[in-house]
């Protein structure tokens, strides 16, 4: 564990790019949106004026709307498509993308705040932090849920943090390819092919970047306009716990009628979720907003309401019958998708693979509802994954090998936060 603890502040070290953290050099050059949330818990172990320094330099690219944008372009870099000049958010101060990802930043500030040594400085970060989070969580509630359903739409599946999930196969296949620029991938220059999203889905997501910057982002349009519109639930799984922890510090900084607005998202977001929930699967699925179907896929995203702490106990049971049979079909667990689809694909990013970050979500999870037992399992998975194959972006669940991205500041962060 020394050895690994060491190679994980090693790599947060070298990721350190002057007060933001890349995710993998070569591959992800630039500050990503929940990647940094998730990175500033590991830096907290090491130095908590370091951690909240990487969420202030996210904060520092906050559109006016309210938006937080899921890439921060803050230097140039060669090895990164699409760059700041295929998205073109020139009126911007700083480069960036035009879309989001999932709120984790609240939920980061929260156990800064209330584990930190430095008493002081936390008090500080976490007042200078509250009206940005707020404007944020606030921009959900508008430019993403006009129509006051309780659940947020995705609008792109690079926002949903899970970009080739098989539950945007449907969605994205309806989504027709415009005549686009001619372009070249960079992603395949640093990972095999097999690890990635393919060609298809590619050209989509650039029709998609094109599309959103033909209006300029404008958030009042883009819901109307996106011909992907997804109910995710990592997102809105990451949002209402996000909401419950703004709302506990809303009370701390003695914010009670912020603290009684947000209570009104979490009621409507509260009753809305159950509209996922598949009894007969025993597993919550996204939907389609566009056709108003559930999307068949059982991926693990539909475990995370757990980590929301929105599942019922009667839910939360059916969700952890799921995971162990899930987790009996592989040798290290949690599979980001069904093991037992006809199209389980072990390697190929979010279609399989074992994710670090989602493991600690769903284990916190299993945790706050009782499944002890479980959790640990999961926990031991992670720890063996990490200790035999190294810290890599994402795993094999069924040899265990390290796939993607390798030395990837997240799930560095998550061996020093949770597994150390
Ligand atoms: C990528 O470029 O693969 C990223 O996931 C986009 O956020």
Request: aromatic share 12%.
């Amino acid at each position: 564990l020394k050895n690994l603890l060491e190679l994980s502040k090693q790599i947060l070290t070298e990721n350190d790019r002057g007060g933001y953290t890349i995710p993998a050099k070569g591959l992800y050059p630039y500050q990503w949106n929940w990647d940094s949330a998730l990175v500033a818990l590991g830096w907290a172990t090491l130095d908590e004026g370091r951690a909240w320094q990487e969420l202030e330099m996210l904060f520092s690219a906050q559109w006016e709307d309210g938006l937080v944008p899921h890439i921060v372009f803050h230097k140039p870099s060669p090895t990164y498509f699409p760059g700041p000049e295929i998205w073109g958010t020139v009126e911007q101060p700083m480069g960036t993308t035009g879309i989001t990802q999932p709120p984790v930043a609240a939920i980061t500030v929260r156990k800064l705040y209330e584990e930190g040594v430095n008493k002081e400085l936390a008090m500080q970060k976490a007042k200078e932090l509250f009206p940005k989070l707020l404007a944020w969580h606030r921009w959900f509630q508008t430019a993403r849920d006009p129509h006051g359903t309780g659940l947020v739409a995705t609008l792109h599946p690079w926002e949903s943090g899970m970009d080739n999930s098989p539950a945007w196969d449907e969605p994205l296949h309806n989504v027709p390819v415009d005549p686009i620029p001619p372009y070249v991938r960079k992603d395949l220059g640093h990972v095999d092919s097999a690890m990635r999203p393919k060609q298809e889905e590619y050209d989509r997501f650039l029709t998609l970047v094109y599309r959103f910057r033909a209006v300029n982002y404008d958030c009042t349009k883009l819901y109307f306009l996106s011909p992907f519109r997804v109910t995710d639930l990592c997102t809105n799984a990451v949002l209402y716990r996000a909401n419950l922890d703004l709302r506990w510090l809303a009370t701390e900084l003695g914010e009670n009628e912020i603290a009684e607005e947000i209570d009104g998202w979490v009621e409507k977001a509260h009753k809305a979720f159950d509209t996922l929930y598949d009894a007969e699967a025993g597993m919550y699925k996204s939907k389609d907003q566009l056709t108003g179907k559930l999307l068949a896929a059982k991926t693990s995203a539909g475990f995370l309401p757990l980590f929301a702490r929105v599942a019922s106990a009667e839910q939360a049971a059916a969700l952890a019958a799921t995971l162990e049979r899930w987790l009996d079909c592989v040798k290290s667990g949690i599979p980001s998708y069904d093991p037992e689809a006809a199209n389980f694909e072990p390697l190929r990013y979010w279609r399989g693979p074992v994710w670090a970050i989602i493991n600690w979500m769903i284990t916190d999870g299993l945790r706050a509802y009782g499944y002890e037992d479980l959790a640990c399992r999961v926990e031991a998975d992670t720890y063996e994954l990490l200790v035999s194959h190294g810290i890599s972006e994402y795993y094999n669940p069924v040899t265990g090998a390290a796939a993607g991205g390798k030395l990837f500041s997240w799930t560095a962060a998550m061996c020093l936060a949770w597994l150390s």
